[in-house]
């Protein structure tokens, strides 16, 4: 175990958070979504694939010293959160990037191909509807249409292109656990 303790946000915690970004509870939360959301679009438009954890890490930080901090800070509290963001972004950037492990061998018998068809087709059913809709209009269009298709399907979700190709990686990146998972379930032994 680290010396490190993970800090767990509380009820507690929350309310006094809504309460220092507005006395009036709907406009503090108003006040929060936005953040989120500029917090999202900022991890993402730097590259980071678990934009909204480190959108919600940096909304527990401050959460966690907003106790500290609410009698004493001048300004708009939004500039606090971007701030606290810069450093998760330091944080992240000294983190070793994530090896992906090797492509799956190359299937050479068409029984071995019918089994992975099996698989996928399994693993797609277990997906929530919106996410099986989403990762099949995604990659439904051929090379010389895909990026129109792309940008008109990241326009029609009310989306940035980029919240549509992260969400696309990590639907794919489940699939593809999921389908590796039941190859060697299936597996002779």
Not at 8 to 20: G, H, K, R, V, Y
Not at 24 to 48: H, M, P, T
Not at 68 to 80: A, F, K, L, N, R
Request: aromatic share 8%; hydrophobic share 35%.
């Amino acid at each position: 175990m680290t010396g490190k303790q993970e800090w767990i946000l509380t009820q507690e915690a929350f309310d006094l958070l809504l309460d220092w970004l507005s006395p009036d509870r709907e406009q503090a939360g108003r006040i929060y979504e936005q953040v989120r959301c500029k917090l999202i679009r900022i991890f993402a438009g730097r590259g980071c694939f678990a934009a909204e954890d480190m959108a919600d890490e940096t909304i527990n930080r401050v959460a966690k010293k907003v106790h500290e901090i609410s009698d004493t800070y001048v300004g708009d509290p939004s500039y606090y959160f971007y701030g606290v963001a810069q450093y998760i972004l330091l944080e992240h950037s000294r983190k070793k990037p994530v090896v992906l492990p090797p492509p799956p061998p190359v299937q050479d018998s068409a029984d071995d191909l019918e089994q992975e068809y099996e698989c996928l087709e399994k693993c797609m059913q277990h997906l929530p509807e919106r996410s099986r809709e989403l990762v099949i209009e995604y990659y439904l269009k051929a090379k010389s249409n895909k990026s129109e298709h792309r940008r008109e399907l990241a326009q029609r979700l009310g989306i940035a292109l980029n919240a549509l190709r992260i969400r696309a990686f990590r639907i794919r990146a489940t699939l593809q656990d999921c389908v590796r998972a039941c190859l060697r379930q299936n597996a002779p032994a």
